[in-house]
């Protein structure tokens, strides 16, 4: 069963910088996409070997597949239009 939620897209702080929380994802001042998928409560995944689309409502498409893991988490999937979906 794929399991999808809604992310949401947040700024570049003034100096140009990313802090992306669980579900969101933003481009930084040098236009370096980067996400955090669910369950990632701190640190996110840099999606500069991704094919990002960014839509006209501001939401984003990512291929491929987003692969992120650490000592505590795994999670695989896709970002479509500004939603987390799980493979």
Partial sequence: MRKSMQGRRVD???DGNITANE????????DNW????????TGYANLS????????NGKITVKPSI???NHLHYWHGFLKN?????C
Avoid: R
């Avoid at 980067?34 to 409560?41: A, C, Q, R, W």
């Avoid at 070997?49 to 006209?56: A, K, T």
């Avoid at 500004?82 to 799980?86: A, L, T």
């Fill in 12 to 14: 570049a702080d003034k």
């Fill in 23 to 30: 579900c969101e994802y933003g481009k930084d001042g040098n």
């Fill in 34 to 41: 980067y996400g955090t998928p669910p369950g990632f409560l």
């Fill in 49 to 56: 070997n991704h094919e990002v689309i960014e839509h006209d």
């Fill in 67 to 69: 692969e992120c893991k």
């Fill in 82 to 86: 500004g939603f987390w979906v799980s």
